[in-house]
Antibody
């Protein structure tokens, strides 16, 4: 069974950098698939942040592109998110997920449980 | 960028009701459309992919239809466990999988 688990600081101060890691178990990232980060501000909808392929190719939400970096560490079977210059608007539950595929269709098939990251001084 | 618009943003219904949620894409996405259910405090759960294919284990009261720009999710007979928020998501621009704004289904 594929499992994902986010980890990172419980609180980030404004103007600082938010860093999260997603550890994957039950599947080797090196075997393929895209992997992504999604966030959800309290009481609001889901926002795609960025995606990465096992080879390291990255794709970012244009609205966040200038502040986001997603990277992969295949040796430790994990991928990471860095979001710089955060403000209160970046307060959200952050999810990591795998992008599965079947018959040419892609969807998020496995998710982490999500981690709430408040941005506050 | 492809924009996904869901309607309504919320609805109230009773157990046993038939409900329909609509999702519209800003340009054609063929059938690259998925539906998720999210309950409070939980990650979203895939219900339907490719516009109309039921994910394994999802009850048959859920169905999806549409192609191009207009899509619907129907629950034929609402059950107590179906009260949740539903999101559509386009995968035409994989791996940039973007979501609609969500539809909250509440108990009347």
């Amino acid at each position: 069974q594929v499992q994902l688990q986010e980890s990172g600081p419980g609180l980030v101060k404004p103007s600082e950098t938010l860093s999260l890691t997603c550890v994957v178990s039950g599947y080797s990232i090196s075997n393929g698939f895209y992997w992504g980060w999604i966030r959800q501000p309290p009481g609001k909808g889901l926002e795609w942040i960025g995606s990465i392929y096992h080879s390291g190719s990255t794709y970012y939400n244009p609205s966040l592109k200038s502040r986001v970096t997603v990277s992969v560490d295949t040796s430790n079977n994990q991928f990471s998110l860095r979001l710089t210059s955060v403000t209160a608007a970046d307060t959200a539950v952050y999810y990591c997920a795998r992008i599965g595929r079947r018959n040419g269709n892609h969807y998020y098939d496995y998710w982490g449980q999500g981690t709430l990251v408040p941005v506050s001084s | 960028d492809i924009q996904m618009t869901q309607s309504p943003s919320s609805l109230s219904a009773s157990v046993g009701d038939r409900i329909t949620i609509t999702c519209r894409a800003s340009q054609s996405i063929r059938t690259y459309l998925n539906w998720y259910q999210q309950k409070p405090g939980k990650a979203p759960n895939l219900l339907i992919y490719a516009a109309s294919t039921l994910q394994s284990g999802v009850p048959s009261r859920f169905s999806g239809s549409g192609s191009g720009t207009d899509f619907t999710l129907t629950i034929s007979s609402l059950q107590p466990e179906d009260f949740a928020t539903y999101y559509c998501q386009q995968s035409s621009t994989t791996p940039a999988l973007t979501f609609g704004g969500g539809t909250k289904v509440e108990i009347k």
